[in-house]
Every structure is written in C-alpha cells, then in structure tokens.
C-alpha cells in the first residue's frame, strides 16, 4: 500500500535522497506526520515537512513530546556544565550530592550516571505525580537505596531515573535543574523552541497518534517480555504512577506535561532539535554549545552488549550520547545523539559538522526504519 504525500519545505542541491526517503517514510512506513531537518556547517541544508494530525496540518513549528531524544539533550546541559568547570564527569556523585553516598555508592561518578551504569535503573519506593512535580523525592529515593550491581561494572537502560540522576547533579553543582539550564544556556541563545514538559493547549503542541502496529511478532513477544520483567517495567511506571502500557497515550496528557522529567518528556519540533545540535559541532549564528575536545570523550563507547537486564536492542552509549551502533548507525562512527520512544531521532557528527533531526507525530513499532532510512540517505549525501 502507498500513500500520496505532498512534502514541503527546502532542500539544498546535492541532498535530494533525504527528501527522497522521507517521502518512502510516507508512502511505504506508515508516517503520518513528520519533520527532517539537517544542517551541514552551521547551516539548514533540508527542511522539510507533510502531513496531518488530529489538531490539522503538521507545520515546521508542530511540537510534540520526543521521549528519550530527551536523554541528548540533557548529556548536552551536563557537558557544558563540565567544560565550564562546573562539574568533573570522573568525581563522585556525592562530591555535588553528599546524601547519594550510601549503600555503597559512594564510589559512583557522574560518568556511570550517564552511561547507564548507576545500578538505579528504577525506583525502589512508588511514587506519585505529586512526587514528580516537587523533584525532590524522586531524587532522595534514588539517593537512599542501594544499586542493583556495583556502580561501574555493569549496564542498563535508566530509561526515566536518568533524569533525575543526571539533572539533580546539574542542580546541586550549579543551581539550575535541566529545565533551567536549557532556557538559560540553550533556548534562548540559539531561539529553538524546546522545553521539558508543555501545556497540552498550545496552538504549536500536536498529540502523538496511536503506536503502528508491529509487523514482526518474534520481536513484539521480545519487548512484551522485556517490559513484564519487574525492573523494566518499573523503570518505566516509577512504582505505578505511569501506566507503561499507554505511555504514548499518556505522553499527550496533563500529568505526564505537567512535570519535568528530563529522561523523557522533552517537546520541541525538528528545527530546534537540528539547530542544538549543530551547535555542539560548530557555530549557528555565532553561538557554539561544545568544544571539539568534550565531544570526543562523550562520545567514546561505556556502554554495550548484553546488559544486566533487558533486552540487548544492540545499542551503544558513550558518557550520555547514544553511539553508532546496529540499532543506530546514525552517519556512521564518530556519530553521537539519541532517540525516543515511537522513532524520533537526533544526532551529529564532529568532522563533518553535520546534525540530523528527525520528528514524527505517527509513532512506530517493530521494526521501524524510519530514521535509519533517513541517516542513511544522508549519509549517501555526505
């Protein structure tokens, strides 16, 4: 089955197979609704747009919730908190967060927080929405309670607690959380149009659709089972409070915008994704986010193969980057980023000064080969 698609938008000469595939998105993956933005040297070399969803046409300004595209752009706020000397990725935790240093943690660094290796993959205590929205108690649960390994020696997806780890070291080390952070250090200088968490009434926020349905029942039974194990599924409900079987319906709501949560509820459109993070490889506009040096150790391999529990997705993370890797080449090695939940994705590369975002309103299932598709007729390009 093929859909007609009416893309619109700008695409520079010799970047024409980007456009391509994201048409084939349309017509052969089931996309809906979707952004791809790419910029190559500091400037926008596709822009493009189609679709629809239940609020009307998609725009280039259409925002929704990016899931664990969310995790890159936090590493981002942490990496420029550390180059500022702020933060020292190989300290201790309890160097910015004393109260962490119990049941054996002491020896954790800001590093394992971000690779994945904390040992705290989900909250031992429930918690509540009220919880959520007041920070603090998420972060002193995670303080508390003892790690599921020894920090360091092994890894698991922190698929939510990431946030709070990560984003309470940022608060402690230099009084903003992540949210903070980003408008001051981020939004703002380069203009995107980005926050964690958003009002569900904004004429710019647009709902995410309903997931497609999987076409590959061996790799749905993989997932079901994964999330049945009790730490998978309790590093997604926080002990209840979300329902992990509606997560995609419960991401278009006003308790799950109402919070921040820096691991996941990141909402923002293609344009602005792009422009971040061609801004950690090379000046937009003047503004510069990274220098060269700190990008080439975040994007060094932490964390890959069989983890401690979940399925291995065959992902890789340096220090809170995903890196190039069978689920994700990205543009090949040397490539860091991350993706969502439902098939978003964003990512740059250091020495050809290229960034990539891609949105889509129309989540996906298993496979989804959307944003490879895309990666790898950009990479055809370069």
């Not at 000469?13 to 952004?35: I, K, L, Q, W």
């Not at 990016?66 to 590493?75: A, C, D, H, P, R």
């Not at 990725?89 to 971000?114: C, I, M, Q, S």
């Not at 949560?261 to 510069?288: K, Q």
């Amino acid at each position: 089955m093929t859909t007609a698609v009416q893309v619109e938008g700008h695409v520079a000469d010799g970047f024409e197979p980007v456009a391509d595939a994201f048409a084939d998105n349309f017509r052969h993956r089931g996309d809906t609704a979707a952004s791809c933005v790419v910029y190559a040297q500091g400037v926008p070399v596709v822009d493009i747009w189609a679709g629809q969803t239940a609020r009307g046409a998609w725009t280039p300004e259409a925002r929704t919730v990016l899931f664990s595209v969310s995790k890159g752009v936090t590493t981002v706020c942490l990496l420029m908190a550390a180059e500022r000397g702020l933060i020292d990725l190989d300290a201790p935790v309890a160097k910015y967060w004393p109260e962490f240093a119990e049941n054996g943690k002491e020896a954790t660094t800001v590093r394992h927080l971000l690779a994945h290796q904390a040992g705290l993959v989900a909250p031992e205590t429930d918690l509540t929405w009220e919880d959520l929205r007041a920070w603090t108690p998420v972060a002193d649960t995670l303080a508390r309670q003892a790690p599921a390994w020894t920090p360091g020696t092994a890894y698991a997806y922190h698929a939510l607690t990431f946030g709070w780890l990560a984003g309470e070291v940022l608060r402690r080390a230099t009084g903003l959380r992540p949210g903070q952070w980003l408008s001051q250090h981020v939004a703002d200088p380069l203009s995107l149009t980005m926050t964690y968490r958003a009002d569900p009434a904004a004429a710019d926020f647009h709902p995410l659709a309903d997931a497609l349905p999987s076409t590959d029942p061996e790799a749905a039974a993989m997932m079901a089972a994964a999330f049945a194990e009790p730490m998978i599924e309790r590093s997604i409900s926080l002990g209840g409070v979300i329902d992990a079987a509606r997560i995609i319906q419960s991401a278009n709501e006003e308790p799950w915008l109402s919070v921040e949560i820096p691991a996941g509820n990141l909402v923002t459109n293609a344009r602005s994704l792009a422009r971040l993070y061609a801004a950690t490889v090379g000046e937009v506009d003047g503004v510069r986010l990274l220098g060269p040096d700190i990008i080439r150790d975040a994007r060094i391999a932490r964390s890959e193969g069989r983890p401690f529990v979940g399925p291995d997705m065959n992902s890789g993370w340096g220090t809170g980057f995903m890196t190039s890797s069978g689920h994700r080449p990205m543009i090949g090695p040397g490539s860091f980023g991350h993706d969502g939940l439902g098939g978003c994705l964003g990512f740059a590369h250091l020495e050809s000064e290229v960034a990539f975002a891609y949105q889509t309103a129309q989540p996906g299932s298993l496979p989804d080969d959307r944003a490879n598709a895309l990666s790898h007729a950009l990479r055809a390009c370069l």
